[in-house]
């Protein structure tokens, strides 16, 4: 038998998982705080919705299940590899919304304001901050197609990350529809505007020249890859500048609206910016896309964006919907490696008793004391010095020996 997790998978020690909870209540405490509601659904799902809902290279990372049973027999005679699963693992919480929302949006508030912290399952290679198992904390907001939306959701978002700890992070925002309208103007195919936003996502880590690299071995027409190398050789791109191109005005218009009013709200103590290249990962993003980018941190510690057209593919209407998620595990890690201690936390102490101490007297100790502490109780060890020793490596500061009871020595 082996005692490791498997690969990308991993086991918490009580400390890291002090460290998770305390994140995560802060999270949910900010989300409830601001009206937000909180659901579950199951990890499974229906593979024909995980297939079609447009999840870009997620797709190619599912843990499918495959099909038990005589289901199974019949599959494999059919030779079929498509016909050997029927469900999968969810890859991210905003599926599984979707699906919830279009079977229960009759008995759910307009517009739905909706909290989802749960774990998440991809197919990845398994490498330092990328896990096969992870948390997500997302917040959504149903059936409200203006951008005060979008304006709640960073904003609420914000506040969270600043009750954790976080400060002087930067949001960057985008609109999908205004980059493709820019590439389009420039000249390239609308076949092919996703390929050319997943090249241009790179320009700040590619640079210009590394993004019309890019654009040039897909073989994409070389005077669109020269119009849109002309314009990035000027100063960065400004919005006006890029609605200009599109012919949008009122999509600009939504996007100072937000960059105004977050910033507003900010007093400061967070930044909101224009990122013309923000474009995401997922496929089924349709309008303002958003991320945070947090000093110290290599990525975002959060991201979204809308997508107003999931909800049709379950009831052949669209919904206006948009989502941003805290980049849980990727936070986590952070303050682990910092030696994050929990503020204004209680001192943990242990009571230690001896083999014949009355356990009712002990407990009652024990309950008298967590007025100002939190109070775990160990028989004592053969080895009281070592027993100590490995508590206190485990984060508690100090001990209350029973026979000398109320005093507490603190380590």
């Not at 007025?371 to 004592?380: K, P």
């Not at 490995?390 to 984060?395: F, M």
Request: glycine share 10%.
């Amino acid at each position: 038998m082996k005692t490791a997790p498997l690969k990308g998978m991993r086991d918490y020690l009580p400390r890291e998982m002090r460290i998770r909870d305390y994140v995560q209540g802060k999270i949910l405490e900010t989300y409830r705080s601001s009206g937000f509601e909180r659901i579950a659904t199951p990890m499974l799902e229906d593979m024909e919705n995980l297939d079609k809902s447009d999840g870009g290279d997620n797709l190619n990372l599912i843990f499918k299940v495959l099909k038990r049973g005589e289901k199974l027999d019949k599959a494999l005679s059919s030779g079929s590899e498509k016909e050997l699963s029927d469900m999968g693992l969810r890859y991210d919480l905003t599926l599984p919304l979707t699906r919830f929302y279009a079977a229960n949006r009759e008995k759910l508030p307009a517009p739905f304001k909706v909290i989802q912290t749960d774990r998440v399952f991809r197919a990845e290679r398994p490498q330092k901050g990328r896990l096969r198992e992870f948390v997500q904390c997302d917040i959504d907001i149903l059936g409200d197609a203006s951008p005060n939306a979008e304006i709640e959701l960073i904003d609420t978002t914000a506040r969270a990350l600043m009750n954790i700890g976080f400060e002087g992070f930067t949001v960057r925002v985008n609109d999908r529809r205004l980059l493709r309208g820019m590439l389009k103007n420039f000249g390239f195919p609308e076949d092919s505007l996703d390929s050319v936003c997943v090249s241009f996502d790179k320009l700040d880590k590619i640079g210009a020249e590394g993004v019309a690299a890019e654009l040039r071995e897909k073989e994409l027409p070389e005077s669109a890859v020269a119009a849109l190398s002309e314009f990035l050789a000027k100063d960065a791109p400004t919005l006006d500048a890029v609605a200009s191109l599109c012919g949008d005005d009122e999509l600009a218009s939504a996007l100072r609206r937000v960059i105004g009013t977050v910033t507003a709200l900010s007093g400061g103590r967070y930044a909101i910016e224009y990122a013309p290249s923000l474009v995401r990962g997922q496929g089924y993003y349709t309008g303002m896309v958003f991320e945070v980018a947090a000093k110290g941190f290599s990525g975002a510690v959060a991201g979204g964006g809308r997508y107003d057209r999931l909800v049709g593919k379950f009831i052949g209407q669209d919904v206006p919907a948009v989502g941003f998620s805290i980049g849980f595990e990727r936070i986590c890690g952070i303050l682990l490696d910092e030696g994050f201690d929990i503020p204004a936390a209680k001192p943990r102490i242990v009571l230690v008793y001896p083999a014949n101490a009355d356990f009712a007297d002990v407990l009652g100790k024990a309950a008298a004391l967590r007025g100002e502490y939190d109070v775990a109780v160990f028989a004592a060890a053969k080895k009281v010095g070592k027993q100590l020793d490995r508590l206190q490596q485990d984060g508690v500061s100090g001990v209350c020996f029973y026979d000398k009871y109320p005093e507490v020595k603190r380590f």
